[in-house]
């Protein structure tokens, strides 16, 4: 019998363990039918991808299956069998799976399928239909598997049913015996985590301070990092805000990014109360940049006159290029300075592209800071804040009520495609009303109070005192909160000179 040389492709779609448990019984199986055959194992390690999918559904890119196609492009594959314990392990795509035979053809590789004890040529006619059937069945299979899972998920979604890892402030209770899902009920610990930060938004606490306090306490995460536990920063203002955004905690389920349902388990925190979250945090009319971990104070918030691109930091050279006495040039001293990033298609000064403005960085958070403090120090400030969100309170109980009557009525239309099997009349009426909602949540953003952070912050006086002790990102929520910069170029007679161009800085108040 002729020796051949075999390399062998081992895969497994998932490995939660991350033990490589299937991969190595492949292996141990292609080993002992490769013996018996009187083949002979090549020295290198197997091509080997672990908890990787080969469907076209797959996220992740297998590795060492990129590697084989390159081996084999290559003419380094250097074996004169490719060795796979099962054709689906090769892959669930046909075109793939093409490329795949096509090179072992051009290379004269023949194909080993361990559960099917054969070596197949794919030179050969019969034996290339068969192994392109393989491929085919396998990518029918992988189709028919996904579209079950989407329906089952779907019905599960419309029937207010968890799915996938239980949410943080709940506890997931199943049967003993059969492990059935049997309820979902709050968390003794954690539930009054998300309470508490809801609580303390409303009263007008920064997530920085919200998330800062709870790693002072030693409050565990939400989600612990179990790889690497170097990498876990514990609560964080974007985890926080993330939380507070999920509208499971207002008892309702979502699938794909929208409300489908009344979920199964209780509500944390009541929808009215969820919804005025979702404008605090993010209100419509001014989109927020995440403040944490910020840098500078106006990065993201003050604004270019001329094209009203957001202005970034960037570093400016301060004076001439020194000589030293070696006669070598010395690195040039340079200073931290806003730049408008500029807008693609409009030209900086004179027509050239980049920039159209720029100030120093101390010089504009100076200016910007004592516009504010004045501002917020005006005896009718608190008065007008209040004032406004009084008078506001009728519009707003009507938006609440249209945003309502909306998603009363789109829950009616699932339940009506759910009973017709029409899930293409959802779709229809998604695109119709969903424009109608987010208009109405923008008109209520803009009806929404002044931040309560920046009312207790005015309310407790002393703000100029206060200010340099305040962390960067309450500084920030502060600023943008009240007012946006806008800067404009360097007028006539003000090149070279020092000090705050008071005529550079406008201010849009809010």
């Given at each position: 019998?002729?020796?051949?040389?075999?390399?062998?492709?081992?895969?497994?779609?998932?490995?939660?363990?991350?033990?490589?448990?299937?991969?190595?019984?492949?292996?141990?199986?292609?080993?002992?039918?490769?013996?018996?055959?009187?083949?002979?194992?090549?020295?290198?390690?197997?091509?080997?991808?672990?908890?990787?999918?080969?469907?076209?559904?797959?996220?992740?890119?297998?590795?060492?299956?990129?590697?084989?196609?390159?081996?084999?492009?290559?003419?380094?594959?250097?074996?004169?069998?490719?060795?796979?314990?099962?054709?689906?392990?090769?892959?669930?795509?046909?075109?793939?799976?093409?490329?795949?035979?096509?090179?072992?053809?051009?290379?004269?590789?023949?194909?080993?399928?361990?559960?099917?004890?054969?070596?197949?040529?794919?030179?050969?006619?019969?034996?290339?239909?068969?192994?392109?059937?393989?491929?085919?069945?396998?990518?029918?299979?992988?189709?028919?598997?996904?579209?079950?899972?989407?329906?089952?998920?779907?019905?599960?979604?419309?029937?207010?049913?968890?799915?996938?890892?239980?949410?943080?402030?709940?506890?997931?209770?199943?049967?003993?015996?059969?492990?059935?899902?049997?309820?979902?009920?709050?968390?003794?610990?954690?539930?009054?985590?998300?309470?508490?930060?809801?609580?303390?938004?409303?009263?007008?606490?920064?997530?920085?301070?919200?998330?800062?306090?709870?790693?002072?306490?030693?409050?565990?995460?939400?989600?612990?990092?179990?790889?690497?536990?170097?990498?876990?920063?514990?609560?964080?203002?974007?985890?926080?805000?993330?939380?507070?955004?999920?509208?499971?905690?207002?008892?309702?389920?979502?699938?794909?990014?929208?409300?489908?349902?009344?979920?199964?388990?209780?509500?944390?925190?009541?929808?009215?109360?969820?919804?005025?979250?979702?404008?605090?945090?993010?209100?419509?009319?001014?989109?927020?940049?995440?403040?944490?971990?910020?840098?500078?104070?106006?990065?993201?918030?003050?604004?270019?006159?001329?094209?009203?691109?957001?202005?970034?930091?960037?570093?400016?050279?301060?004076?001439?290029?020194?000589?030293?006495?070696?006669?070598?040039?010395?690195?040039?001293?340079?200073?931290?300075?806003?730049?408008?990033?500029?807008?693609?298609?409009?030209?900086?000064?004179?027509?050239?592209?980049?920039?159209?403005?720029?100030?120093?960085?101390?010089?504009?958070?100076?200016?910007?800071?004592?516009?504010?403090?004045?501002?917020?120090?005006?005896?009718?400030?608190?008065?007008?804040?209040?004032?406004?969100?009084?008078?506001?309170?009728?519009?707003?109980?009507?938006?609440?009520?249209?945003?309502?009557?909306?998603?009363?009525?789109?829950?009616?239309?699932?339940?009506?495609?759910?009973?017709?099997?029409?899930?293409?009349l959802v779709l229809d009426q998604e695109n119709r009303v969903r424009p109608k909602i987010e208009a109405a949540q923008a008109r209520l953003g803009r009806l929404t109070q002044m931040d309560p952070f920046v009312l207790s912050l005015v309310a407790d006086g002393g703000i100029r005192d206060r200010w340099a002790s305040l962390p960067l990102a309450e500084q920030r929520r502060t600023v943008r909160a009240v007012m946006t910069p806008i800067v404009k170029p360097i007028g006539k007679g003000w090149r070279g000179r020092k000090g705050i161009n008071w005529d550079r800085v406008e201010v849009v108040w809010f």
């Amino acid at each position: 019998m002729e020796a051949l040389t075999v390399r062998e492709y081992l895969r497994v779609s998932r490995d939660r363990l991350h033990e490589g448990k299937s991969p190595d019984q492949q292996h141990d199986e292609n080993v002992m039918s490769i013996e018996r055959q009187g083949w002979v194992m090549h020295p290198d390690p197997s091509y080997r991808d672990t908890d990787r999918s080969a469907s076209r559904f797959a996220k992740k890119d297998r590795e060492d299956f990129s590697r084989l196609i390159a081996d084999l492009e290559k003419d380094t594959f250097s074996a004169d069998v490719l060795a796979i314990w099962e054709s689906s392990r090769g892959s669930r795509r046909v075109g793939e799976w093409v490329d795949l035979v096509d090179l072992c053809k051009q290379r004269k590789v023949r194909i080993w399928v361990t559960t099917h004890g054969r070596l197949y040529d794919p030179s050969n006619a019969r034996d290339r239909r068969s192994l392109l059937e393989d491929a085919v069945d396998a990518e029918y299979e992988s189709d028919k598997t996904s579209e079950r899972l989407l329906r089952s998920v779907r019905a599960s979604a419309e029937q207010g049913k968890p799915h996938g890892k239980n949410l943080y402030g709940y506890l997931r209770v199943y049967d003993p015996q059969t492990r059935q899902l049997l309820a979902v009920e709050e968390h003794p610990d954690q539930a009054s985590v998300v309470r508490e930060a809801a609580a303390r938004i409303l009263e007008g606490h920064s997530l920085y301070a919200i998330a800062r306090d709870l790693n002072e306490r030693g409050v565990p995460p939400r989600r612990p990092n179990r790889v690497d536990h170097r990498k876990n920063h514990g609560w964080t203002p974007p985890a926080v805000k993330q939380m507070l955004s999920t509208a499971a905690y207002a008892g309702k389920r979502e699938h794909q990014g929208a409300v489908v349902a009344d979920a199964v388990w209780p509500a944390l925190i009541n929808l009215e109360t969820w919804q005025k979250l979702q404008v605090l945090m993010s209100p419509p009319e001014r989109k927020r940049t995440n403040d944490w971990p910020a840098q500078h104070l106006l990065a993201g918030i003050a604004r270019c006159s001329v094209c009203g691109g957001m202005m970034r930091v960037g570093r400016q050279n301060a004076g001439q290029r020194l000589i030293g006495a070696d006669g070598e040039p010395r690195p040039r001293a340079t200073y931290k300075t806003y730049v408008c990033a500029g807008v693609p298609g409009r030209p900086g000064p004179n027509g050239t592209k980049g920039f159209h403005v720029a100030m120093r960085k101390e010089l504009l958070d100076e200016a910007v800071c004592e516009l504010l403090f004045a501002r917020l120090e005006r005896p009718d400030f608190l008065a007008g804040a209040e004032a406004g969100s009084d008078s506001n309170q009728v519009e707003r109980g009507a938006l609440l009520q249209e945003i309502a009557g909306y998603e009363e009525y789109l829950d009616s239309v699932r339940a009506e495609a759910a009973k017709r099997l029409r899930f293409d009349l959802v779709l229809d009426q998604e695109n119709r009303v969903r424009p109608k909602i987010e208009a109405a949540q923008a008109r209520l953003g803009r009806l929404t109070q002044m931040d309560p952070f920046v009312l207790s912050l005015v309310a407790d006086g002393g703000i100029r005192d206060r200010w340099a002790s305040l962390p960067l990102a309450e500084q920030r929520r502060t600023v943008r909160a009240v007012m946006t910069p806008i800067v404009k170029p360097i007028g006539k007679g003000w090149r070279g000179r020092k000090g705050i161009n008071w005529d550079r800085v406008e201010v849009v108040w809010f």
